[in-house]
């Protein structure tokens, strides 16, 4: 469940994210989230102020990243770029480990958990939910300062960085809750979700061609009696799924005929493992899956022949809306077949 509410706010906060090709283009138009995201970074920026940048799909590489020119000056630089998007990351899973998962309710110790093992709690939910957070928030960080920052080269190396204390001071911090603990393999797990984010953003052709997303599934998608009966905001693990979907619109054999519209992708769950299903008499059990989606970005916003909202894409819905269907798969744009 730590996973899942991390995956959800990380996919909140994600509407912030952008891509910045170049010096990008100056936001127009009614953008609240920009111009406060900008408004904050020249509070605590020192000198001229730069301007509110935007660049909507097709989404385009840094052509900057160079390790090798990294410093700590621009680190520093690059993290008076975000203060809003540090602030609210922090501040919300300071909060919500202070008041929900108990932190500093017992001494440190160690978790006893596998990697996808069946034995696992939760049959290796939580690990991809790991790996899908530190994915995000690296992802998150790199493109909103890309957007922001004076001089963007190397966002990927400071996004990881703050991204992975991020998730190292939750793992910290679960050593001292009954419940969970500290959690190797839930460090690694992260650790590979923050390399996932980083090589997406710095190897050519990768963002436009993979997309990595959560599916929160409806119930007609569930086992009967499988909960919640409502919507809520935070998925459980018996209702989600993670994708990986590779895109046709990224390939340029493909980019130009109708398999642009295309997705295949690949998917894993586990079922069995909440309480609700043991009592339901469910057995424990782990799928992956293969299948065909839509790409709804290239449906509506993709440059191309059909009636849509390309004209649309510098507005800030357009962004946010193309944004959020980078992360998340609308439930029955796709169809699966699983293998337990």
Known sequence: MRAAFLCVFALAATLSGTVVAGEGKAVEGFAPYHWTSGWARDLVTPGPTQPVRMVTPPYLTSEKFDPASYSAGRF?????AVPLELAITTGAIAAVGMTGWNWGGSKFHFEKDCWFCREDHTGGMDKAGHMF???????LLAQR?????AD????????????????TGIEVLDGFTKEFGFSRHDLAADAIGVALGVVRNVV????????????????SYERPGVGPDRFQLIPPYNRTRYIAAIKGSGFDG????PLRYFELHAGFDARGYSAQERRLGH?????????????LNEVLFGRNDLPNFAAQRDTE??????????????????VYNGRN
Request: hydrophobic share 40%; proline share 7%.
């Open 145 to 149: 300062i890309k957007a922001n920052a």
């Open 133 to 139: 957070t530190g994915y995000l928030l690296t992802d």
């Open 283 to 295: 057995p424990k059990e782990q799928h992956l899956y293969v299948g065909f989606g839509l790409n």
């Open 204 to 219: 050519p052709g990768v963002r436009e061609k993979i997309d990595f997303r959560l599916l929160y599934t409806p119930p």
């Open 76 to 80: 520093v630089d690059q993290t008076r």
């Open 317 to 334: 819905w357009a962004w946010a809306v193309s944004n959020t269907l980078d992360k998340v798969q609308i439930p029955y744009t796709s």
């Open 152 to 167: 963007p080269a190397g966002a990927e190396i400071t996004a990881g960085i703050y991204a992975m204390t991020l998730m």
């Open 254 to 257: 493909l980019k130009d005929t």
